[in-house]
């Protein structure tokens, strides 16, 4: 069986050369019958890695991530990728831009590859979960997370990180465990008090238990401390409209959508209102 290190080598080669993941250029191909005057060992000399060339594509790639545009950030982390294979944090921007593009597989391999690197950096730990979680196998993403929750659990003065508690939360929520999800939103908020990501993910978990008023009072004192940004803005309207209040929904939907989207998003809420409490759900974590 070939190694996870190369077939993720040969994966990016493949799509290199296909068009699909790059047009960086590639190494020179070594001659398939060398002459048979040149007896140097393989080993006597590598190829000279083009420094100023990877570091142009990590400015691309950075780039690209900072403008959203995820497809060329692929290409710039795939084109790092093909020539230093253990870069770490090219494999990481590889592996998050591919769940970014669509592509489930290719971000699963990358994600091992990046584990088989280095499996206990946070950056990799994180987001492998995340990654897990978004492609519905929460049960994984808790199993991905465990050491770094238990540890905290444990010892009682160590902090994961209040990322970890919303990965943890937010896999407990997918798996329709919001007792337990809840329970962990606030032991991170114990130690991350001021946590927006904490709290929104609080608030929502408290809409997937049908209670729609309590997450819009968590989340109307995140916009009052000029807290809130357009994620929280969309919750909080959703909250207020799963609580019956259209007027309220609409005045905070208002801030970042014109009259006509409100409109829709107003009767999205009252659609989901008529919903029995597991299909709403569903239909919740669907969006």
């Not at 795939?78 to 990481?92: E, F, K, Q, T």
């Not at 669509?102 to 590859?113: I, N, V």
Request: charged content about 25%.
């Amino acid at each position: 069986m070939m190694p996870r290190r190369a077939t993720l080598t040969v994966l990016v080669a493949a799509l290199l050369m296909s068009g699909c993941a790059t047009r960086a250029p590639l190494p020179d191909a070594v001659a398939a019958d060398p002459p048979v005057s040149d007896v140097a060992p393989a080993f006597a000399s590598a190829p000279a890695v083009d420094v100023q060339g990877l570091a142009a594509l990590r400015e691309q790639a950075d780039v690209a991530e900072r403008a959203g545009d995820w497809a060329a950030a692929v290409l710039a982390h795939a084109g790092v990728v093909a020539v230093a294979p253990r870069d770490l944090d090219a494999l990481i921007g590889l592996a998050e831009g591919y769940r970014r593009v669509g592509k489930p597989l290719e971000a699963e391999l990358t994600w091992r590859a990046a584990r088989d690197v280095d499996a206990r950096d946070g950056r990799v730990v994180l987001g492998f979960a995340a990654f897990l979680t978004s492609v519905g196998r929460a049960r994984e993403a808790l199993t991905t997370l465990a050491p770094r929750v238990h540890a905290a659990g444990l010892a009682g003065t160590v902090d994961p990180g209040e990322r970890t508690y919303a990965l943890a939360g937010a896999a407990y929520d997918r798996l329709g465990d919001h007792a337990a999800a809840e329970s962990i939103y606030r032991r991170g908020l114990r130690v991350h008090k001021d946590s927006v990501q904490l709290r929104n993910n609080l608030a929502f978990s408290m809409i997937l238990q049908g209670r729609p008023h309590y997450a819009a009072v968590l989340l109307h004192d995140l916009e009052k401390a000029g807290l809130a940004g357009p994620k929280q803005r969309r919750n909080l309207a959703l909250a207020w409209g799963l609580a019956g209040r259209a007027d309220r929904a609409a005045e905070v939907a208002g801030k970042d959508l014109d009259a006509a989207a409100v409109q829709t998003n107003l009767g999205y809420y009252a659609w989901l209102r008529e919903l029995d409490p597991a299909q709403r759900r569903q239909a919740l974590l669907a969006g």
